[in-house]
């Protein structure tokens, strides 16, 4: 890669970037605050009507009896599984080896909270009933992740989720959902954010992925829960004196962008079929189930990254800004669909995949 | 109080409100990000110029090796006590009774940390070296806060603090500065911010209380303990995608603020002689050391709220939101001096306390 450009630097020049909502700048939030009233209070500890209106609001679309906003998702599901281990008297809880928990968070369950976690099915699928079935110890709480992030959003259809959740109330564990991009799964379930929730007795979902906010995260469930989460909150920290600035900026995407998640599914889909075109590269899941996937190729990661940028360079389509290397050899990436990808032209989209399929082939033949 | 106004009601509607920067409001934040152009990039998970660049800043401005930003002073504290419990396999810190982490954080320190608190001195006064020669047990850290704000902020002497200091280091104790309102006690001591964190091996501050930022804390020290606090961060749930709407806001405000405290201090003296010229009310300490103080009285809760809201009424000087009971009879109030004081005309304030005191008589007669 000497003398050539590096696949975040082209990814930033690019004309027609096809993932994400938009840069991370400070713009983001300016744009949610221009029509707020200065005069606006802020809130308080947790009082206030700036949050709890968010709150109520959140706890009716979650068809929740009560909701609370977090500053961060980290925090929000530490607690909710702390809460059921301490209801069940059982530290044991389950969950999906790739879970955000298991692999983001520097351990802060066990550190923290001393949870024992039981990993369930593979990187090569999401958490399923017969998973459920072959427990061999008691859990306090499942966590479901839906759709499972780590493995390119892949989702278990809605009745096998019936089945799990009625699995989990027949022995009294506790079902959390792991919501970070649950409206994003809504379009392909064709069902409500209250109909997915039902089947849960905690659901934390995340105002900055899909929604596109600046950071923050809602916990919901019914308010014995939420009201022990809040002791938990101020516990760790979470309690901030002013948590608006995350809030306002929440409820200014979500009400933009909740109405365009049904969009990025469809085009979500249509971006998959064009990497899916390319000879050398595969999407997981082979047909996206959300407005995310993960593009997998035999390729080593550098090879893609120069390949990568120079069609971005050539093209001005901006596919992705970074590339991971995978344990077992080849790379991926992932991809969510957001405001962005609507704005390219498709003949030029169409034109840069053309060069890319061309340019992958002349790199395996090196 | 039939047919009369509240107290914070009162407060509200004054002219001329006394205490404080003024209204905690939407307008805090527009402010602060008016001239910030909507290009700058977020900060992620602690990376990135916004957040690296005002944590070198601070850690200059503390003579501290690194500095760390956190959402909330509540958790960088709670994680320094941690690092040096773990640091001198302890589990045992020592601070005052009137600790934020003994009554304001609902024993985060000991459900998530397991630290185990030797309480220091009482709530006549602050930690002194005595209370340290007195340690019946050996502690990994003590914590001084400086002022201690739930007693009125008092301070001990600088001498006093440099012989509790050297005691901490020739014993191996950890020492930690809970430094909320250290910006408000330079002015008293007559020193830097560095001269007085000289002392300390840890320092937090925070950037919502002279400074008036919107919400965040810093906590500093050498490059081990701040790299082992981001740990932390992570796992408590603090390393948020962005933190720029308080550090912006942190920087904005500390620019302008830090030059004021000074004059917030000289006020809060000038004020002082005002509440302790009513007969019925004393301030704590006598001659503040900082821009607070608390005013003491042993007429009830009820009376003084009554009085404080009429007098507010007739003059338009706000006195305070609120007053509450004391355990052993009649009540306080915490006043903490800012931008407001110095706009309120001065014949209009001693006007103000001239028929405070009357009336405060008149219900001494009741």
Redesign the interface.
Same mark, same amino acid.
């Given at each position: 890669m000497n003398n050539t450009i590096s696949l975040i630097d082209a990814f930033k020049q690019a004309k027609y970037p096809l993932p994400g909502h938009g %840069?991370?700048?400070?713009?983001?939030? %300016?744009t949610a605050?221009e029509q *707020? &009233? =200065? $005069? +606006? $209070?802020?809130d308080?500890y947790g009082a206030g009507e700036v949050i709890e209106g968010y709150q109520h609001k959140m706890a009716k679309l979650l068809g929740k009896e009560s909701a609370v906003f977090?500053?961060?998702?980290? +925090?929000?599901q530490?607690i909710a599984l702390r809460i059921w281990s301490d209801v069940k008297g059982n530290k044991k809880v389950a969950y999906h080896p790739t879970c955000h928990l298991e692999i983001h $968070? %520097? &351990?802060?369950l066990k $550190?923290? /909270?001393h949870l024992e976690p039981i990993l369930l099915a593979d990187e090569s699928r999401p958490v399923l009933l017969k998973d459920l079935e072959g427990l061999q110890e008691e859990a306090a709480c499942v966590l479901l992740e839906l759709p499972q992030r780590e493995i390119g959003g892949q989702l278990p259809a809605f009745e096998e989720l019936e089945a799990m959740s009625a699995f989990c109330r027949e022995r009294g564990i506790k079902l959390h959902l792991d919501g970070a991009r649950l409206f994003e799964v809504l379009p392909y379930y064709g069902k409500s954010a209250e109909e997915v929730c039902a089947l849960f007795d905690s659901v934390y979902i995340s105002v900055?992925k899909g929604i596109g906010g600046?950071?923050?995260a809602v916990l919901a469930g019914d308010r014995d829960f939420t009201e022990q989460s809040k *002791?938990?909150k101020?516990? /760790? =920290? =979470? &309690?901030?004196?002013?948590?608006?600035?995350?809030i *306002?900026a929440a409820d200014y995407y979500m009400e933009r962008r909740l109405p365009l998640m049904e969009k990025y599914y469809h085009e979500a889909k249509e971006l998959a079929v064009l990497y899916n075109g390319c000879e050398l590269l595969r999407t997981v899941p082979a047909v996206p189930v959300s407005n995310m996937f993960h593009v997998h190729s035999e390729r080593s990661k550098e090879q893609l990254e120069q390949i990568f940028a120079g069609v971005t360079l050539e093209t001005g389509v901006g596919f992705t800004q970074s590339v991971r290397e995978k344990k077992d050899g080849g790379a991926y990436f992932e991809i969510s669909l957001g405001d962005r990808y609507g704005e390219a032209p498709r003949p030029i989209v169409a034109e840069a995949f053309r060069l890319l399929d061309q340019r992958l082939k002349a790199a395996e033949a090196v």
């Open positions: %840069k991370r700048n400070v713009q983001v939030l %300016k605050f *707020v &009233d =200065g $005069e +606006m $209070e802020s308080m977090f500053p961060s998702g980290t +925090m929000a530490q $968070e %520097k &351990d802060g $550190e923290l /909270h900055y600046i950071a923050g *002791v938990w101020r516990r /760790h =920290g =979470g &309690d901030l004196i002013s948590l608006y600035p995350y *306002v």
